[in-house]
């Protein structure tokens, strides 16, 4: 585990290393960052979460507010609207795995006194449940074991997060998001599955 | 600090892998499975000492509760010392997922649910052990109209009706004469004489041979009300206080999806709940022939006693027993956990 851990981070920093130094011309990876989450679903059911993020605008907004004091206050944000590919999996220890894939566009802001960003992303996604073992019986009573036994659901997100710019070499974000995520039909409903994400942003330009 | 609480963070994420570990072996067993059945896929959990193979599989109450709700507490903790316990959860309730209509949940379809849980488990555990089933409040309802079938295979021995609700109809009637009767000892007693006349009063303004739909749920929450009365003035025994064992089913649970699932598939089927409060199996208890225990709270408002002494008369065995727990109200598990274990032995090891 170590190893793999050391090798992991060993090849991000060469890859940065190689990606920085090249100026010239914005190569995909230059265009994107990458987010690294630790996914809990329903609090604590762990899991990881991985997403490749693209920015479709950015725009900074200068302001200031002058308070009763003539103190000036720097009230400058950057606004960005964001569309990200997003993949990973949780797992309910006493019951199943879920993988699951969903697309969001959100919208970040970031306040640029205080590096602190908020957050709200909406999109589609898939989930897909994987059982432990599964038995299926028909109406002659005939017992059958499946494999991947499991069931798949249109699951759209809503996300709500808040977190800070950080100036680490390998880091530019870390943001907490509350993501409520919707299974349709699950059995004769929806069930919403309420997750915690603590996430870090790698950007390979910087 | 901050590395302080990234520690605890991933230290508790750490013991909810190791709360997840399995032990498999016999004479300890952690099984967990899923049965696929006409459009659910239901959760079976199996814990306890297989050593002697003998299944105690309960049927969950509710509509809207889950199995594992039944491993909490000290009953279950002794019975899996000496038994397999079978807890599953039924279509659209707990954990188990699916898709299927509203319309399409049925008792019937509920009670062949349970006998593909129950080949699933020969299937697995063998040809040659026993099964018992106990069936607690709308568990009592299902597992009455399963032996009602008659296809159940031999391997099931016996039959444990815990304040089963196999005639809602009747548990209406009897549980406004039993608010009446309980109530007005109470009050002569001089015990919290104003919430017995509160419910008295109310009760008394019901038409008891036609109890509608919202009606028989309004006194279900007035039952609810009177047992834990008894319970604040010592007449049934409190439940015992969670303990972390408790605590670490009650998050295995999942508590928000069993809710929303729960909600969609019952309390929002308006159909399904109104054959509920029209099913009676009074009538077809002779039916039943297999070795049969009957176990009720004195204090039982939700499901009354005088339901339990109808399956104790009329069921169609020699092999039969029904006691009462003088301190207990629907829940003999959890108010007088000992003697639920002690009289469930008993039963299982003369019929096993």
Redesign the interface.
Known sequence: MKKILFTTVVILFFVKLVYSQQTDTLSFLQTRTFTFSYF?N?L???GLKSSINFTLSEETIKKTKTRKNNKIIDKSYNNKWILSGNIGFF??????VAVFNYYLISMQKLKLKSNRITLFGIGPGIYR?F???????NKA?T?DK?IL???MYFAPVFSFGSGKEINNYFFTERIFTTNLMFLF??????????NLELAFTFDFKR | MKINKIVIFFS??TL??F???NKNGLNSLND??????AG??M?V?IHGNASEKVFLLFIHGGPGDNGLQYREGIASKNLEKDYAVVYYDQ??QG????????QD?TISLMADDL??VI??II??YGNDISIFLLGHSWGGELGTAYLLKNNYPPNVKGWIEIDGAHDVPKINVELTKMIIKVGNQQINSGNSKDKWQELISWVNKLDTANINFEQGRDLNRKARIAEQILINDGFVTAPDKKTFRDLTIL??Q?I??GI??G???YV??EGFYAEIETTSYTNQLHNISLPSLFLWGKYDFIVPATLGYDAYYLVNTQQKDIIIFEQSGHMPMKNQPYKFVKTISNFVEIHK
Do not use: M
């Open positions: 809990g329903n604590l059911n762990p797992w309910h220890p006493q019951s199943h449940s059982y432990p073992e599964t038995y299926t019986v009573g017992v499946i036994g499991g069931r039909d699950y059995n004769t409903g929806i069930v919403p599955l309420l | 508790v994420i909810n892998l709360i997840g570990c967990h499975f899923y049965v696929r059945h659910a896929d959760p959990y279509r659209g954990l188990s997922e699916g898709k299927f209509e509203q949940v006998h593909a080949l699933t299937k697995k998050y295995n999942n928000i999806t929303f699932s909600y969609y598939t929002n089927n």
